[in-house]
């Protein structure tokens, strides 16, 4: 018993340490956001002190001066277009393969598999190049080759939970006087809400962050998310803007972290589900 | 309220593998659970033929795989029909959508809408069809009343028991008055206790509500108790349709015989015998039995011969008799007490024979029987079916 207690402890203090070398870095940037430009390369590791503070300076300048919330705007934009159309584009897929066998659906289906497998930089060159033809280099264009890149596992993982559904509750539906779109709709859809947070999860993490596919594919002068502004701060011939990166990069992070608050317990739920499910 | 016309309904499966499988199959070939395989697929349902009247209760009964969940999805719809007719209400409705056939399906598995409650379940329906709100809730009212659902109706489905489960899947079919109410193994996923209950509410249900039932199980206790007609089926074929005293007391055949009633009948290998004065005898074992005078008529009527067959005896008409003449030997294998009755297996010429007997009367007669007792048996020549050996059909 006593043995076990102090496992528990070692275990506890294990992971204590483990979570503050996680959060380190992230707490190095909070700090370094409220210092100085010189002072941030000359003491990056040492709290703000009179000498090196400069209070909210960096972030008015990375708002100000870089268009740092013209970017949070394209940024939000992007990233709730394209998961609102992969949501809805995916799970209807997913639906679709799942409910009508036949071997263009399977083929459908090994595809979005296949592409999970893909790496973004051996179609990097070609995809810009099309984009770029298509007329695809704005964030409403951005938004279709999002869908593409996550359909794969939106598609996969849709697909799984598809496959658990009785089909008698759609049979129900379909005798009850459901078209197919309104069986979809007023039941397949409700039934897969614990997958659409999970989806919507992941792919919202992923598309906030991202940073090389709009770079490639966006009109920057025009259009510029988070993550393109903080790479655009550092500037040409070497001037690095330290100050209003730190600041832009806990203005970047807050979203995200407030969002996985929120949302905390539907992960969790839904790690669970699948560990359940097999 | 509508009737039902099923004519030579037949379903076919495709192939898997396609055209080249297809080839490979021959025709007339059986596959599965003896289904017949053809050039075209699996033959699920072959020439079904059946008239349901109006306000009628047909139950399809027969094993798994016989094809009569197949059947009743193709009534709903939910299955295409290779080949034949079906009416509902006068309407050939081969190609009408389930949504247009105004029916509804009671499924085994309850298929309840798992994010709505109760009422939303059952005004799911009414509500696709436009139906006003006051309407709306003073038929999920009634329906809830019948069915003894109206506390559980804010809840939703997975706070509800199984049998209460069931109870809203049935709501919500009679909740909108469809014309035909199919059921598919709506009791199979029930614990025997509540199979019971449930079984006298659908009697009771069905005295309430002005509809046309079809209702598919594998339960012939099911079958015999609920339906006016029973239809048994076998490999996707009709073997007999007919109440259910008829299909208990003149099966069609071998295997109609041993799948309706409980304990199953026993059959025997016998000798009927025609006379020089055109009567019958069957000779089973040592013993001779000579059949009732109906029967004897219907087996002359039928021009029946001297032939070698199977003969059918049901457990309940089998009597424990003392030693002697006429008589079948054997020795007991089995006994089970079921309470006011006990069921013997015993085993007589190498089969296996049940007899039911009732328990304070072998008490009295034969005292307690143990397993590896020799008995001596018989049975009245007016309760006997006589099957022909090479095709299993009732001579009679």
Known sequence: ?278 | MAEVSLRHIEKVYPHAGGKRRAHKAKDGEKKGPNLKVTDEGVLAVEDFNLEVADREFVVLVGPSGCGKSTTLRMVAGLEEISRGELYIDGKLVNDVEPKNRDIAMVFQSYALYPHMTVRGNMEFPLKLRKIPKEDRDKKVEEAAKILGITQYLDRKPKELSGGQRQRVAIGRAIVREPKVLLMDEPLSNLDAKLRNQMRAELIKLRERIDTTFMYVTHDQTEAMTLGDRIVVMKDGTVQQIGTPQDVYDHPSNVFVAGFIGTPQMNFYDAELVREAGGSYTVRVGDAQVVPSAEKQARLAANGVGSQSITLGVRPEHIALSDEGQNVLNGVVDVVELMGSTVNLHVNAYGHDSVIVAQAASLMEHAGIVKTGDAVSFSFSGNTVHFFSRETGLNLE
């Not at chain 1, 506890?12 to 010189?38: E, G, H, N, Q, Y």
């Open chain 1, 1 to 278: 018993m006593k043995r076990k207690h102090i496992l528990s402890w070692v275990g506890t203090a294990f992971f204590c340490v483990l979570c503050f070398i996680w959060v380190l870095p992230i707490i190095i940037v909070l700090m370094d956001s409220f210092k100085s430009r010189t002072f941030i390369s000359l003491q990056p590791f040492e709290l703000p002190t009179e000498q090196t503070f400069v209070g909210l300076e960096n972030y008015i300048q990375a708002i100000d001066r870089y268009g740092f919330l013209d970017a949070v705007w394209w940024t939000v934009f992007i990233t709730i277009g394209s998961v609102f159309v992969i949501l809805l584009c995916c799970s209807m897929c997913a639906w679709f393969i799942t409910r009508v066998s036949n071997r263009f659906n399977r083929a459908v289906y090994l595809l979005c598999v296949l592409s999970m497998v893909v790496p973004f930089q051996m179609v990097m060159f070609t995809l810009s190049l099309v984009a770029d033809r298509l007329n695809l280099d704005t964030p409403w264009g951005i938004i279709i080759i999002y869908l593409g890149f996550g359909a794969g596992l939106a598609v996969f993982m849709f697909c799984g939970f598809v496959k658990s559904i009785p089909i008698e509750i759609e049979e129900a539906a379909l005798i009850d006087g459901c078209s197919p779109l309104r069986t979809f709709f007023s039941v397949v859809l409700p039934i897969m809400k614990p997958t659409y947070i999970s989806v919507g999860i992941l792919q919202t993490m992923w598309i906030w962050n991202d940073f090389l596919l709009p770079y490639l594919v966006l009109d920057t002068n025009d259009y510029k998310t988070i993550s393109i502004v903080i790479q655009f701060m550092k500037g040409s011939y070497g001037r690095v803007d330290m100050g209003a990166i730190m600041a832009a990069l806990i203005m970047a992070v807050i979203p995200v972290v407030v969002f996985y608050l929120l949302c905390q317990k539907h992960i969790i739920k839904g790690v669970a589900a699948g560990a359940v499910k097999g």
